[in-house]
């Protein structure tokens, strides 16, 4: 992540406003009060006035350089606050001359701690001052200083970022992400977007570092702002591979049946994985159209064994299945408990029966003696193939435990389905 260089921050500056220096006694200065207000008032020494004044003369000379030392040892000295100022201002101006950082920073810091730096220029100095320090590695001196600019208001040049990066140097990576995160929500307070790259950072800095719950949290955020079929490819693997406890294969069939109706089934992996996920024996009508899908859109290879052997046990498992539906069917509504009809609406949501699936799934709620959570998933995505938006919204309210990310994820999906972000995916059929 690049901010901005230390010649960059000089120029910036130096636009913001410089400063001109002038040895007319204070009696002039009163007689312009008017015109000026005392708080913009600086008023150099008499003793410091001539030193001032042959900086200046060198500093406008053919040998700029020659004023450096006179600058340092200006600076070096125990000076009055508007002094102190004035030499910090000297600094400044000289270091973007010379394009001397190390004398840059001096002359911040000096103009800073003098305690008369206006308003105006306070945010972009404590900007400039913690970013000097972020360069020479100082970085809890970074984190200060950058906060107080943020705080002040500042903006510009990535600080949200900067700041979070000052904290992941010194691997405080929660402190960082609480960083990252107040960056984004300044942004979004402003009516701005941050860049892609923040959401990134903050999802592969929590997965790295193992931080609990953490990369669930920024993988959602990434997708959120940025719902892009790899985005949410990117979010639900990152999800699924730091998720603790590990996700059971239910759980993961769920977080995959999401991965493809958002239309971020990328590589032959994801296929199997689904494809397993789902089991040919238990689903044989789902795997059957998830590989035939594959192979249409050319991300599964027709040369794989295992596409050949697992879509051949599918295909001869199909008829079977379909046929026993039925009966299970009757037993689903005879039962005094919802084992059967969870069951039946399983198939049946693996065929594409929506309509038949969300019955059951309810019945299975219920009657009970089932996993209400599970229940409620299946509910939910029965309703989503039906386009019944307000109705998966409430399925998927109403799941708790290890699913809720899951039931969240598939949530703010079909949020950017009604805000038109991304068209619906056809539903899944088998033959």
């Known amino acids: ?40 008032e600086i008023k150099i020494s008499k003793e410091i006035r001539p030193r001032v004044a042959e900086i200046q003369q060198a500093m406008g000379s053919e040998t700029p350089t020659t004023a450096k030392p006179l600058v340092e040892t200006l600076l070096s000295e125990n000076l009055a606050p508007d002094d102190k100022f004035v030499a910090g201002q000297l600094a400044i101006q000289l270091g973007t001359t010379l394009k001397d ?78 960083a990252l995160d107040r960056a984004l929500e300044a942004e979004k307070a ?54 603790n406890p590990k996700l059971s294969n239910q759980e993961n069939l769920e977080l995959m049946r999401l991965m493809r109706k958002a239309d971020a089934m990328e590589s032959e992996r994801d296929y199997f994985e689904y494809a397993d996920a789902a089991d040919p024996r238990r689903l044989p009508g789902e795997v059957v159209s998830l590989l035939e899908e594959g192979l249409a859109n050319g991300d599964v290879p027709s040369s794989s064994s295992y596409v050949r ?3 051949a046990a599918a295909r001869g498992a199909v008829a079977a299945d379909k046929a026993s539906l039925g009966a299970s069917e009757r037993d689903a509504n005879r039962s005094p408990n919802g084992k059967i009809a969870l069951a039946t609406a399983d198939a049946l949501l693996g065929y594409g029966d929506y309509t038949k699936a969300a019955t059951l799934y309810q019945s299975a709620i219920t009657k009970g003696g089932v996993d209400v959570a599970r229940a409620q998933m299946g509910l939910g995505i029965a309703q989503v193939g039906q386009s019944n938006w307000d109705g998966a919204k409430q399925a ?7 699913r809720k990310s899951i039931a969240d994820f598939w949530t703010l999906w ?10 619906p995916q056809p539903a899944p059929t088998a033959s």
């Open 396 to 402: 998927f309210a109403g799941v708790t435990g290890s």
């Open 309 to 311: 052997e697992t879509l």
């Open 101 to 178: 950082t190390g004398l840059q920073e001096k002359g911040i810091n000096a103009a800073l701690d003098s305690g008369k730096t206006s308003a105006e220029q306070q945010p972009s100095f404590l900007f400039f001052s913690g970013n000097f320090a972020y360069s020479g590695g100082r970085y809890a001196e970074a984190q200060q200083r950058l906060q107080q600019a943020f705080d002040a208001g500042y903006r510009q040049n990535n600080i949200g970022a900067l700041i979070a990066e000052a904290y992941f140097k010194e691997n405080k990576i929660q402190e960082g992400l609480n």
């Open 414 to 423: 079909i949020d950017q389905q009604a805000a038109g972000s991304a068209a």
């Open 1 to 40: 992540m690049r901010f901005l260089s230390h010649f960059s921050m000089a120029v910036a500056l130096a636009a913001a406003g410089t400063l001109a220096i002038s040895a007319v006694p204070q009696e002039a200065h009163a007689q312009k009060k008017k015109k000026k207000s005392k708080e913009a």
């Open 190 to 243: 402003s009516g701005g977007k941050a860049p892609q790259d923040w959401y990134r950072r903050g999802a592969g800095m929590a997965m790295k570092n193992n931080v609990n719950g953490a990369a669930g949290k920024w993988t959602y955020k990434l997708v959120e702002a940025y719902p892009t079929g790899e985005n949410w490819r990117a979010a639900l693997s990152v999800y699924r591979d730091s998720a």
